[in-house]
């Protein structure tokens, strides 16, 4: 009986903690709720990545008009892109 009280009194005391609001790490609050502004601020794209977004836009095309797919034509088209 006494087992009993006491396992019961320890699991409410773990769900009184766990209902206690924590305060939250100013570093950490935009991934807590992010706001109007942080989703508003777009990060800028470095020059390889812009290119290979471009790149990216391109594959879609080239599957289209040659009708290829797979890894391997992904990969030729790719680096024929990046480099030129």
């Not at 005391?13 to 209902?19: E, G, N, Q, R, T």
């Not at 990545?49 to 790149?55: I, N, V």
């Amino acid at each position: 009986m006494l087992k009993r009280t006491l396992a019961l009194a320890f699991s409410a005391a773990l769900v009184a903690a766990s209902l206690v609001a924590l305060p939250i790490d100013p570093a950490h609050a935009e991934m807590a709720a992010p706001t109007k502004e942080s989703t508003k601020a777009k990060k800028e794209l470095t020059p390889q990545q812009q290119k290979m977004k471009d790149c990216a836009a391109k594959w879609k095309d080239e599957k289209k008009a040659k009708n290829v797919s797979g890894r391997k034509a992904y990969n030729e088209f790719m680096s024929k892109c990046l480099k030129g």
